[in-house]
């Protein structure tokens, strides 16, 4: 399974960092990923990362969002600054064994709850 955690409600121009716990799984044999779904919106791909820590990111956040992992921790964490009232959404994380099915396909073979952020003008 996929736990993320640490959502909040947060200002505007803040910073939050998600963790994504993941059990079950040989986490170094995934790649990871995170995504978002705002209100009345598509999911949406942010970043994701390989299984040797090469990084990709959707070019919206590519400045402001770093996603990072520690394999002994089994977690993946995405660190988010010069958070925007758009960013509200519901945040997910995903694994596959794939790299590019998480950043072309968007679809993965595992999903996470998602954890809600909310970031206040």
């Known amino acids: 399974q996929l736990q993320a955690s640490g959502g909040g409600l947060v200002q505007a121009g803040g910073f939050l960092r998600v963790p994504c716990t993941v059990s079950g799984l040989t986490f170094s044999s995934y790649a990871m990923g995170w995504f978002r779904q705002a209100p009345g919106k598509d999911r949406e791909f942010l970043a994701a990362i390989t299984r040797f820590g090469v990084t990709y990111y959707a070019a919206s956040v590519k400045d402001r969002f770093t996603i990072s992992r520690e394999n002994a921790k089994s977690t993946v964490y995405l660190q988010m600054n010069s958070l925007k009232p758009e960013d509200t959404a519901i945040f997910y994380c995903?694994?596959?064994?794939?790299?590019?099915?998480?950043?072309?396909?968007?679809?993965?073979?595992?999903w996470g709850q998602g954890t809600k952020v909310t970031v206040s003008s």
């Open positions: 995903a694994a596959d064994e794939s790299w590019s099915q998480l950043r072309f396909v968007q679809s993965a073979r595992y």
